[in-house]
């Protein structure tokens, strides 16, 4: 298993998202353009301790040799992966932000969540360098670890001509997935995509947004799994951001305050709203708790 890195030093710039109760869009971009206005960014941002992000992690406890592909690494690589050669699926599981050292756990997680719903295949923890305080710094990690997970996806091991992979990402892991397909390039593909709670902008899946034509070319599907109970979604990214997330209220093609309409969203992408079954930004992927049942009824049917 690759080594995990702590969390960056104290004295590390404090940017991170909040949390808060307020979860409808308009009012949210009227708070964020005022904070923003009145203080700047980094004043209205906080510190990752005051984001909420630092209490994800009620997560079960991963076996000590549980399978992980290191996206820390420049050359990709997958440990305790050898039992898995011969499956004919595998889930890959991409964490979030501040998610490195329980990677395997929230992986073990989801895994023990599709099992519940009779869905057997092994699910495999993609790690990436994300243990920052500083958020901004992490979402822009999020494309270079992108195109490592694109490299793995293309190596032998993966196979992806001879198996179902899906790919599951929450929170900034979503973002990754996303940065994924774009550097598939169209010259693989995966069967779905499953993204939870993501920290991503709502039209940047669109026909004119950064992601559209990665998941147009390098996917089957893409289901966006979002939740207006998402306050880390739907009041913190719109504070780092000034744009409305897309694991909120879903894509929104319309077109911002200045900008025309964006178009629509590519043939094979869904947004899934499941606002009554997750609660918390945290919940997506767990038992009982998340949209487990929803995503398996979805892969079932593709």
Not at 11 to 21: A, K, N, P, V, Y
Request: hydrophobic share 35%.
């Amino acid at each position: 298993m690759p080594a995990h890195h702590p969390a960056e030093d104290e004295t590390e710039q404090d940017e991170g998202i909040q949390t808060g109760d307020v979860s409808r869009r308009q009012v949210l971009r009227t708070t964020a353009a005022t904070a923003v206005g009145g203080a700047g960014l980094a004043g209205a941002s906080g510190s990752a301790a005051a984001s909420g992000f630092t209490g994800c992690d009620e997560w079960l406890d991963a076996p000590a040799e549980y399978p992980e592909i290191d996206l820390i690494s420049s050359n990709p690589s997958a440990a305790n992966f050898d039992a898995l050669e011969d499956e004919s699926e595998l889930v890959i599981f991409v964490h979030g932000w501040l998610g490195l050292e329980t990677s395997t756990d929230q992986a073990y997680t989801l895994e023990q969540a599709l099992a519940e719903d009779e869905y057997d295949a092994p699910v495999v923890a993609a790690s990436w360098e994300a243990d920052t305080r500083n958020y901004w710094r992490a979402e822009s990690r999020t494309e270079t670890a992108g195109q490592r997970l694109a490299s793995w996806l293309t190596s032998d091991r993966a196979a992806l001509e001879e198996r179902t992979v899906r790919l599951v990402g929450h929170s900034l892991g979503g973002r990754l997935c996303l940065e994924a397909l774009t550097a598939l390039d169209g010259e693989a593909t995966v069967d779905t995509v499953a993204l939870l709670g993501t920290a991503a902008d709502d039209d940047s899946v669109c026909t004119d947004g950064e992601y559209a034509y990665g998941i147009d070319a390098s996917a089957e599907a893409v289901a966006n799994y979002h939740s207006e109970n998402d306050d880390s979604i739907c009041y913190g990214y719109d504070l780092q951001s000034l744009s409305s997330g897309l694991g909120c209220g879903g894509s929104d093609c319309d077109g911002g305050w200045v900008t025309d309409d964006s178009g629509s969203v590519p043939g094979n992408y869904t947004d899934v709203d499941v606002t009554d079954e997750v609660d918390d930004h945290c919940d997506y992927a767990k038992p009982e708790v998340g949209c487990v049942p929803r995503i398996v009824e979805d892969w079932d049917s593709n």
